[in-house]
């Protein structure tokens, strides 16, 4: 057996048996749907390879590939698209941020067969991008009415959602009551005994979360969603507020340590748990953070809760086919957000400042080292996959 194939069993040897499967399986679909699950192997070979300058420190979601970039409507109900995953979430320095991203469009660059040179120019137009933003020092968000290609196209599909018809494809009428269907892939079901711990571990959120003031929860099911977050206990709960007669759909997801917590050493200002670490660095990273987020203690586990939505959605390499050049062009329009977010959550917990963001993106020298790294980084995927996949079981 590999070190790599050690490496991934032991990150994820708490897992049951049947997620494990499942996750394995999705890991083997290409190097690119390997990649997004192994973010603990990009952490510890960025550590082999680069290092953590702690001068400088930023806010990093930690997982920033293509895919994790989306749409979701915030606590004002507008609509958003902005960085969308904080699970890895750490104050770390800027580097591996976007050294993730670059390091996904080489990978999406392989399995779209594009020459090397083109990929090459795409990555230092991306990284001049994102330090051209960076530099001029102001935190900004995506407008809708400037996206082009695929990524316009993105935002007016999203239009024609809308919640009701949402609501029903998740939903059944049981005797006159309004339950969850689940359909074996994206939802299952749970025992009645797991069903009420996590009702009864919602109850606190009545009082202490003004969102949910006038909530019911109605019923639960066990979700199954994303690639690397594949085994952590993650519910969707069926909701009806009285006093605005809708009903809601929830997503209670488990947090747990990031991948970099036991690898960086930048010392971590001190949070309560981990849902706390991972809803602070969204609040503060994002524009406007999504509708219902807060955390949840049940049966001694830390979860995170935020509003399920019609409009939350993620650019899938899918849309693409094998059209780089659209890709480009919508990396080119994710590129700017990285900076918006590091700007946005400067000076906050231990974070560097703007002004000595801005002087490090004035710099050039570690352009290039970027780059070089992904490069490296994108060679350790694709031999990590090959081994991954010739021992798949």
Known sequence: MSSVIKR?????????EDIKKMKFK????????????????????FKELYGFDSKLKTWICGDLHFENFGSYKGA??????????????????????????????IIAGEQMKVSTASVHK?????????????????????????AKGI????????????????????????????????????????????????????????????????????DVAFRIAGTGSLGLERYVVLCYDKNKKKHYLIDIKQ??????????KIKQPVFGNEAERVIYSEYTMQFNAKAFLTSIKISN???????????????????????????????LDMAPLIAYDQLRSSGHKGASTADELIRFADKGKWKKEVIDLSAKLADNNNRYFKAFYESAD
Request: positive net charge; glycine residues 4%.
């Open 8 to 16: 991934i069993n032991e990150y994820d040897k708490a897992l049951p």
């Open 122 to 146: 795409t990555l230092e137009e991306l990284t001049d991008l994102y330090a051209a933003t960076l530099s001029a020092g102001k935190a900004l968000m995506m407008e809708s009415e400037l």
């Open 76 to 105: 004002n109900r507008l609509v958003y698209f902005d960085l969308n995953d904080f699970d890895e979430a750490v104050l770390a320095t800027p580097q591996p941020e976007i050294t993730r991203f670059l390091t996904s469009i």
């Open 255 to 264: 947090a747990r340590r990031s991948c970099f917590k036991d690898i960086i």
């Open 151 to 218: 990524l316009k196209k993105y935002f007016h599909r999203l239009q024609s959602r809308d919640r009701e018809t949402f609501i029903a494809k998740h939903t059944t009428d049981v005797k006159g009551k309004m339950t969850l269907k689940p359909d074996g892939v994206h939802l299952l079901p749970i025992d009645k005994k797991k069903r009420e711990e996590v009702l009864n571990g919602l109850m606190p959120l009545l009082k202490r979360n003004k969102h949910f003031a006038d909530i019911n929860f109605l």
């Open 26 to 45: 999705a890991m083997s679909e290409s190097p690119f749907r390997f990649y997004r699950g192994t973010c603990h192997l990009f952490a510890e070979d």
């Open 301 to 331: 586990k830390w979860f995170t809760v935020k509003e399920m939505q019609p409009l939350v959605d993620k650019l899938s390499l899918k849309n693409f086919g094998n059209d780089f050049a659209a890709l480009k062009e919508s990396a």
